[in-house]
């Protein structure tokens, strides 16, 4: 099993990047399981059709851990495993304890041995690393990370936060730094951009993924472009990154 976190500034299309992904890599015959890890639990709603499904934390508030996993693993496109961790209630409590509290029920419940996924990739909002938004980092969690980004000044920010921090802990068995995803915003020399922030971490830019009418078009009725629109040039982006991901993550099989 291959593990793999998706970092990204919020609203830089770290979700729709994953979602592709996803299908993406179900349709190369992967068994794969997305887990959400931002608090506004929308990363798998492209997998369920538009559909939000209940989170991890608000199944404990309202059922005092009385689940199974049938409660919080739903079942998407081309059979990819969904589950979203979930945040507390707006203005009360940290936003990180969701990830940390859906993991712990996931082990609890067996999870992966049940549904054997042969890819788990992890959403992850890449704003702030510290606290349970750090959790994905750690390699008893995921094994490689990629960051989304674009040339925009604070999404570069947030990347570069991001591969400092795995950096700083790669001693600590902390997960390996896999490189960009740039998600173009057509920002002035963008791929220049990103590029000299690639060096400046220590990676490299592993997929390009230009803007496209397209994607919105599929995110309006709540389904990736690979669902959607398999044949479009974008699609076929998304199903190149997956092929880099595979390549730069190592043999999953």
Known sequence: MKRIAIYGKGGIGKSTTASNLSAALSLMGYKVMQIGCDPKSDSTMLLMGGERIPTVLELIRQRNDDMTLNDIVHTGFNGIFCVEAGGPTPGIGCAGRGIITAFEKLEELKAYQAYQPDIVIYD???????????????????DV??????????????????????ESFKNRNYARYGGLILNRRNVVNELELVGKLAEETGGEIVAVIPRSGAIQRAEEAGKTVIELYPDSDI???YKQLACRVLEVAGHVR
């Open 124 to 142: 992850v909002l890449g704003d702030v690393v510290c606290g349970g938004f750090a959790m994905p980092l750690r390699g008893d969690y995921t």
């Open 145 to 166: 990370v990629f960051i989304v980004t674009s040339g925009e000044m604070m999404s570069m920010y947030a990347a570069s936060n991001i591969a400092q921090a795995l």
């Open 235 to 237: 699609a076929a982006c």
